[in-house]
């Protein structure tokens, strides 16, 4: 997952694996100021061993990712999905760390480490009536990992019903492998395949490869960890993108600009040059936003574009955080970075409902709460 720092928090987490599920006590979270900003957290459910992902299902309810391999519905805490026996659970960084319903609602795509051999493997699960069928679960790709951690493993379905696949340079530090830069790897990219005929495990996009030395199912190059990401509709993408020990980025452009962009890693660490002074030549996507490794900020941890009326201060904002540091920002190109609240909790990831409603997963706390605003 995030980062090799990540590793210290999860070790510290049980793998209460025969752990049961409970209802939550009904309390709140607010941040550690005087007078309790119109912006809390209340909890929605807690006792989650490493919770990641928040996704809406089929029928519109919030489920979130347990990194051990299960799905779990957060409105009654029943088990949605288990794939434990698929699943490694033996490293802070690998696990199940991604799942997308398919545009069409007939089948959930699961993103995991196999336990065979600890590949990045992403998987079709048919859904007979809105419930995952194990049994008919079918192969899409695999990506070999080198190293442990920079796992990456966020999939989504874009605008344009194909699925993109976020995945880290293969981990160590500093890309030693030089994955990032190298196309013809799938690590460290951004990956775009078309899933949607089943009969195969996928086809490959009209207009790839983007270059002719790419491999074809190659869409964007240059990161880390891309720590989530997503769309807002059909205009842009966002990125976060994971740092390596100065800087924590934020991309966000045009979806008609992604295919064939290079973000840079490993070349250069959010806007600092690291193979000396000419990275402005080389034709790469600079970040809109970084900030550095200060005031206990670490590892940034991607969020959503927030679409509910109901959070009047956030409605079509672009939200995220700091995994360390428990921050939450805003990004908005007019006013930059700025603070929405401050949490004493490890933020693994954003998520929301069909309704809108965004929640916020607490790894270290194994908690998941929801995001509300006061009148």
Do not use: F, N
């Given at each position: 997952m995030m980062k090799q720092l990540f590793g210290w928090v999860a070790v510290l987490l049980l793998m209460s694996g025969c752990q049961r599920l409970v209802s939550a006590p009904a309390r709140e979270y607010h941040s550690p100021t005087v007078t309790p900003p119109p912006l809390r957290l209340q909890l929605v459910r807690s006792q989650i061993p490493k919770p990641g992902l928040i996704f809406a299902l089929p029928d519109g309810s919030a489920a979130v990712i347990e990194q051990r391999g299960q799905i779990i519905v957060l409105a009654d805490g029943r088990v949605w999905l288990d794939m434990q026996a698929l699943v490694d659970q033996n490293s802070p960084e690998r696990g199940l760390l991604g799942a997308a319903i398919s545009p069409d609602k007939t089948a959930v795509f699961v993103s995991y480490t196999r336990v065979s051999d600890y590949a990045t493997v992403v998987s079709r699960v048919p859904l007979r009536a809105g419930t995952p069928d194990l049994n008919d679960i079918t192969f899409v790709i695999a990506i070999p990992q080198p190293f442990a951690n920079h796992n990456g493993g966020h999939i989504v379905f874009g605008p344009d019903g194909l699925l993109y696949i976020g995945t880290g340079d293969g981990g160590s530090g500093n890309d030693p492998l030089h994955n990032a830069q190298n196309p013809q790897?799938?690590?460290?990219?951004?990956?775009?395949?078309?899933?949607?005929?089943?009969?195969?495990?996928?086809?490959?996009?009209?207009?790839?490869p983007v270059h002719q030395d790419w491999l074809p199912e190659l869409w964007a190059i240059g990161l880390r960890n891309p720590w989530r990401f997503g769309f807002d509709g059909q205009s842009q993408m966002f990125i976060a993108d994971v740092g390596q020990s100065r800087t924590e980025e934020l991309n966000v452009l045009a979806t008609t600009q992604l295919g064939g962009a290079n973000f840079g890693w490993s070349i250069r660490e959010g806007n600092d040059c690291l193979v000396g002074d000419n990275c402005a030549l080389l034709g790469m996507t600079g970040p809109v936003?970084?900030?550095?490794h200060s005031d206990g900020r670490c590892s940034i941890t991607g969020g959503l574009y927030v679409t509910n009326p109901a959070l009047p201060s956030l409605d079509g904002v672009l939200i995220y955080a700091d995994f360390c540091a428990g921050t939450i920002y805003r990004y908005d190109r007019m006013q930059g970075q700025t603070t929405v609240l401050d949490t004493?909790?490890?933020?693994s990831s954003f998520g929301s409902?069909?309704?809108?409603?965004?929640?916020?997963?607490?790894?270290?706390?194994?908690?998941?709460?929801?995001?509300?605003?006061?009148s």
């Open positions: 790897s799938l690590l460290g990219k951004i990956v775009r395949i078309d899933v949607r005929d089943s009969r195969v495990a996928y086809t490959i996009p009209t207009g790839q936003m970084t900030y550095p004493a909790i490890h933020i409902d069909g309704a809108g409603r965004v929640y916020v997963a607490d790894y270290d706390g194994g908690q998941v709460y929801e995001l509300v605003e006061d």
